[in-house]
């Protein structure tokens, strides 16, 4: 297999980015940094303005202001120079239906100018590392299933050996079994190329990437660890509790153990006599021992699990997300008068 590992030398710098569609700004002011070897996820609603972000990074459209450095070469003054730093796959990649894989990586080879020296070997790396050599590498592209056609997707897309790939929804329309090979493939990139992955499947990107960004209404409104997340945007610890309590009086008994615990929900309630609820803490720190230490001291309720619930990558992009457009109806408030009793009097 053909070594990809070689030193990454420079990463993805995005300074004050905007796009502007006449009035309407599509980014507005977007600055980030994508480290060598580093795996991004780049999340955000439809219309957030993800897509138009990856394109321009891919050097596919320019932006109103700002700039885009990728391995130290201007996107907007370089454009040929960056592309070859970088390898895209869009989203819906069209593929010829009518070529053999090994022959479409060959002509895509011979585009992306590999020496024709090395075209041959290029070809057979992507697929080994793509795992197209065994069973794809001869089919006509038009009989593969869409989990292949994704793998022939990022063989292109790592053929020039770029420092960086950009993925746009990778793992979109795949079933379970295709998901986890892509998963796979991604990680096996992990520490030889930066990779951007934009995807609406937030539990995937949660166990691919080392990093996640949120995009919302143009501009950058998370970054950072899911870790790092949870802190930022969950303000409260939560837990469940199953054991044989109706809710009325499961409600009293988590009251007098205090911690700032309250019944959110009963999530369910069993034919064996048990019920499942979620608990929420507004202190934050392990209360696990807490909540068992204080339930086991009645044995009617018949203890049987206490879990830290946590929280879901779904729930940290609910929650910037709403942020932000809190922010946003706040500023609009504001700037219209709405902000106070005495700014609505004084213009009345």
């Known amino acids: 297999m053909e070594d990809f590992s070689q030193e990454i030398p420079n990463s993805v710098i995005v300074r004050r980015l905007t796009k502007s569609y006449g009035a309407v700004k599509a980014i507005d002011n977007v600055s980030f940094r994508i480290g060598k070897g580093e795996v991004v996820g780049f999340l955000g609603p439809n219309g957030a303005g993800k897509s138009t972000t990856m394109r321009i990074l891919a050097g596919l459209m320019p932006a ?30 069209p593929l010829p239906e009518d070529l053999r894989v090994s022959e479409y990586l060959t002509f895509r080879a011979r585009i992306k100018d590999v020496p024709s020296s090395e075209v041959k070997k290029r070809v057979q790396g992507a697929m080994e590392i793509c795992q197209l050599h065994h069973k794809a590498a001869n089919k006509i592209i038009g009989n593969l299933s869409k989990g292949f056609r994704q793998r022939v997707g990022i063989a292109d897309a790592i053929l020039a050996k770029p420092e960086v790939i950009i993925m746009d929804e990778p793992t979109i329309g795949l079933d379970p079994h295709q998901i986890i090979a892509i998963r796979e493939l991604i990680n096996s990139l992990r520490g030889k190329m930066s990779v951007i992955i934009s995807s609406h499947i937030l539990p995937e990107i ?56 309250s019944v959110e929900k009963l999530l369910r309630a ?8 979620l608990l929420t803490g507004s202190v934050r720190g392990n209360l696990g021992g807490e909540i068992i230490s204080e339930l086991s001291k009645d044995t009617r309720f018949a203890v049987r699990t206490v879990a830290y619930r946590k929280p879901s990558l779904e729930e940290i992009f609910m929650a910037a997300t709403r942020r932000s457009w809190e922010q946003v109806s706040n500023l609009k408030s504001a700037s219209s008068g709405g902000g106070s009793p005495e700014k609505r009097k004084g213009n009345g």
């Open 64 to 93: 109103t202001s700002g700039s885009v450095h990728i391995c130290g070469v201007s996107v907007a003054t370089y454009p040929e120079m960056a592309r070859r730093h970088i390898g895209f796959m869009p989203e819906n990649n």
């Open 206 to 261: 949660e166990l691919i990437c080392d990093r996640v960004m949120i995009i919302n209404q143009g501009t950058i409104v998370a970054s950072g660890t899911p870790e790092s997340l949870r802190k930022d945007f969950i303000s409260q610890d939560r837990y469940e509790v199953s054991l044989k309590s109706p809710p009325e009086e499961f409600k009293r008994v988590v009251e007098q153990i205090g911690c700032g615990l």
């Open 270 to 277: 069993s034919a064996d006599g048990y019920f499942d609820y």
